[in-house]
T-cell receptor, first 115, second 108 residues
Framework: DGGITQSPKYLFRKEGQNVTLSCEQN?????MYWYRQDPGQGLRLIYY???????QKGDIAEGYSVSREKKESFPLTVTSAQKNPTAFYLC??????????????FGEGSRLTVL | GQSLEQPSEVTAVEGAIVQINCTYQ??????LSWYQQHDGGAPTFLSY????GLEETGRFSSFLSRSDSYGYLLLQELQMKDSASYFC?????????FGGGTRVLVKP
């Protein structure tokens, strides 16, 4: 079945540690996105990528980094510079830029807790 | 920048009709989408309006007025399983920006 796989589902981190969240899709989608969601809040865009080897900052990119070396993969690194990293992280993909059909396909999310 | 406004919470009984309004401010607007998210789950796509007017998909309908920068999601014949958060999202500049979400609580 085609879809988006995020791992790990749950992750605990000590302050000062970098962590990398994995996102893999087999939908053959060009565009991929990372969103952050805090309890009871909406989704805020961290980074997005329209094609391989290219990505753009979203609204809250500080303290995060990404890479897009393969079409299928868009990993997100939460660095120690992110002051409040505890959140639910959602990866998504679409056939082309979000301005096309407005339809994103989401993974099941990764819940990061900083101890 | 972009901003979206939608009510934070709506409560209704089974079988009722609920309308969730969304107003937005953005440049380079393409269209308005709606997503449903159950607690602990991932958002799922419900509908997209690129042109003015009403789009109907089963019990759910979505409306857009580009001149008023306004849209709404209409949930009809409410069922208990419709209890969830609903987000409007604007498409602009190859990305989607989400509103804060409306929590819908369906009571028996």
């Amino acid at each position: 079945d085609g879809g988006i796989t995020q791992s790990p589902k749950y992750l605990f981190r000590k302050e000062g540690q970098n962590v990398t969240l994995s996102c893999e899709q087999n939908l053959n989608h060009d565009a991929m996105y990372w969103y952050r969601q805090d309890p009871g809040q909406g989704l805020r865009l961290i980074y997005y990528s329209q094609i391989v080897n290219d990505f753009q900052k979203g609204d809250i990119a500080e303290g995060y980094s990404v890479s897009r070396e393969k079409k299928e993969s868009f990993p997100l690194t939460v660095t120690s510079a992110q002051k409040n990293p505890t959140a639910f992280y959602l990866c998504a993909s679409s056939t082309r830029g979000g301005g096309g059909t407005g339809e994103l396909f989401f993974g099941e999310g990764s819940r990061l807790t900083v101890l | 920048g972009q901003s979206l406004e939608q009510p934070s919470e709506v409560t209704a009984v089974e079988g009722a009709i609920v309308q969730i309004n969304c107003t937005y401010q953005t440049s380079g607007f393409y269209g308005l989408s709606w997503y449903q998210q159950h607690d602990g789950g991932a958002p799922t796509f419900l509908s997209y309006n690129g042109l003015d007017g009403l789009e109907e998909t089963g019990r759910f309908s979505s409306f857009l007025s580009r001149s008023d920068s306004y849209g709404y999601l209409l949930l009809q014949e409410l069922q208990m399983k419709d209890s969830a958060s609903y987000f409007c999202a604007v498409s602009a500049g190859n990305k989607l920006t989400f509103g804060g979400g409306t929590r819908v609580l369906v009571k028996p």
